[in-house]
């Protein structure tokens, strides 16, 4: 076959990713990555053995602050674009099993 | 009035010889004649604008002293977040998002006083190169109407070329800002990375994501440059004044370079089409007449540009839209059966097809057994393109090349095929894995009219000489004063 991921597989990162995709999603990505995947492998002719990895292009460090309170969003600002809230929280359906319901 | 630059429309406001309210209801007789059709718009703020210029007037009439850009009509891109209105990223998730809080950039453009009158369309989540990822609506190319802009920022530079604003902000992760600016015949500005700070843009590549300036003038460019540049504690990568000062870069930018050397590279060059090519080699002879010395360098590890950044772009941005949980804010799906579906499909249905593709490729790069060998691997071939780059300039003063291999293409085209679509970065591409700054400037049109761009690169940090070479060839020239017949 030669493809470089099987629709299993892009079932597994689709779980992995939270997405719920539709069965034609599922074909069309399995080609459509394979074809892709194919075409990074273009990324292995170049030996990098002796090569550091470089996660950003300008030397970053870490940036510390004094640890004081300062003003953030306040909570109904925070919430206002909550699909659902209760009581100053985001309110999701229950997590776990036994729990008190949702 | 659409017709003046940023720079003469604010000297004739602080000059009391126009009112801002006038600019601004200019602008909207514009906006509500021409974007019927552009559709460059996703939300416009006319109310406020109105009052913000009636404010900025009354201020100058009683000779207060205003900002760099007092009374002119500014629009940005739809993925910066401003406190009103609505912030949509062009997707259907955030379709009724409403930010809480000014950006970095929105701060700065109000605290000079510019008029924002308007959110701009773009491809969904800044993943495109055309605006026809958007799930909003698409933007047409105002030179040609069955013409993309260009993406993602293409709602900006249709906006700018159709005069319909005075200037915009766009943010250019793999060539968001200059692929667009070509397309549409204006100016847009990459600045170096962690120039302008990100606080209040939403996230797509974040070791990559840069916003700039879309204008008609590159000393327009400058200006709003001034504004927008400089250091921000909210965003940890933006670069201290110490380490880079921010500069004037109108400061002098009328003032060529003397012995300017030009790099190109003739086997990167090889794969634009005629048209292109015979555009950037009359755009090379203007400077070759002011004296300007050409030298011909090789960049062998840019040809891997594309699949490195297609790894390492959709790995950050699977991480980085991890955040649309349907938790905390935008689309949730009607009747999750449990938590998990609560994510799943208020995903699945908030997000178009390629924020998808794009998310299920890095989800798939970083997944347990494929780090080492695409995002480990990725980041060895970033640092050697970056190698590219170094190497370049010590032979030359700043490189030249296209911005996209073709002019604008038609609504439709290429939609089929994502690959095909990628490879069409591979100008721009490379410039933000090495993270250094990249102009496109008007440089001619194809037979069709369809304007073509000019792009110039230089060292990190270096905007101010950028802007000066780039401002050699407009004041040579008159491509960017062609305006579309609408």
């Known amino acids: ?102 | 009035m659409h017709e003046l630059s940023i720079i003469e429309l604010k000297d004739k406001i602080a000059a009391g010889e126009v009112k801002s309210a006038d600019a601004v209801k200019s602008v909207f007789e514009r906006i509500e004649k021409h974007d019927p059709v552009i559709g460059a718009y996703i939300s416009t703020f006319k109310e406020g604008a109105l009052k913000a210029a009636l404010d900025v007037d009354e201020r100058i009439a009683a000779g207060e002293t205003v900002g760099a850009l007092a009374g002119v009509p500014i629009a940005v891109k739809d993925n910066m977040c401003v406190s009103t209105g609505k912030t949509t990223c062009a997707s259907k998730i955030l379709e009724n998002f409403e930010a809480p809080y000014d950006g970095h950039v929105i701060e700065k453009l109000k605290e000079a006083d510019a008029i924002i009158i308007g959110k701009l369309n773009m491809d969904e989540f800044a993943m495109g190169s055309s605006c026809e990822n958007s799930a909003l609506q698409q933007t047409k190319n105002p030179w040609d109407v069955s013409t993309v802009p260009g993406g993602s920022s293409g709602g900006a530079a249709a906006a700018v070329a159709a005069r319909m604003c005075f200037g915009a902000l766009g943010s250019d992760t793999g060539g968001s800002i200059r692929q667009p600016a070509s397309f549409c015949g204006v100016v847009g500005l990459k600045p170096t990375y962690g120039r302008v700070s990100r606080y209040g843009l939403v996230a797509y590549g974040s070791s990559l994501d840069q916003i700039g300036p879309l204008t008609t003038t590159v000393s327009d460019a400058a200006l709003m440059m001034n504004v927008i540049a400089g250091h921000d504690k909210r965003d940890s990568t933006s670069i201290s004044t110490d380490v880079a000062p921010v500069k004037d870069y109108l400061d002098g930018i009328d003032q060529p370079l003397d012995g300017l050397k030009i790099a190109v590279v003739p086997e990167l060059n090889a794969g634009a089409s005629q048209q292109v090519k015979d555009a950037i080699e009359k755009g090379l002879d203007v400077y070759k007449g002011l004296g300007a010395e050409i030298v011909e360098v090789a960049m062998p590890n840019v040809e891997y540009a594309i699949a490195t950044y297609y790894v390492i772009a959709t790995a950050e941005a699977s991480s980085n839209l991890a955040r649309f949980d349907g938790v905390h804010y935008g689309h949730r799906t009607e009747k999750p059966k449990d938590y998990i579906e609560v994510y799943s499909k208020s995903r699945a249905e908030g997000f178009g097809t390629e924020v998808k593709r794009r998310i299920m490729l890095g989800t798939y790069a970083l997944s347990s057994g494929y780090y080492d060998a695409y995002y480990l691997k990725a980041l060895k071939v970033r640092n050697l393109i970056r190698q590219d780059f170094t190497n370049a300039f010590e032979k030359a003063d700043c490189l030249m090349m296209p911005v996209s291999p073709t002019t604008a293409f038609k609504i439709g085209e290429k939609t089929d095929d994502p690959l095909e679509m990628y490879m069409a970065d591979i100008y721009t591409i490379a410039v933000n894995l090495a993270g250094i700054p990249g102009i496109s400037i008007p440089c001619g049109f194809d037979d069709g009219g369809l304007p073509i761009g000019l792009q110039i690169l230089t060292e990190a940090f270096t905007e101010d000489r950028l802007l000066r070479i780039a401002r050699m060839f407009e004041k040579q020239t008159e491509y960017n004063t062609k305006m579309p017949k609408l």
């Open chain 1, 1 to 102: 076959m030669g493809q470089k991921i099987d629709r299993e597989q892009v079932e597994k990162v689709a779980k992995l990713a939270r997405l719920d995709l539709s069965d034609g999603e599922l074909t069309e990505f399995t080609g459509q990555l394979s074809s892709i995947l194919e075409y990074i492998e273009k990324l292995n002719e170049i030996d990098t053995d002796s090569v550091e990895p470089l996660a950003h292009c300008l030397p970053v460090h870490n940036v510390f602050r004094e640890d004081v309170v300062i003003p953030s969003l306040d909570v109904a600002a925070a919430l206002k674009n909550a699909p659902a809230s209760f009581d100053n929280h985001f309110k999701v359906p229950k997590v776990l099993d036994g729990g008190p319901g949702a």
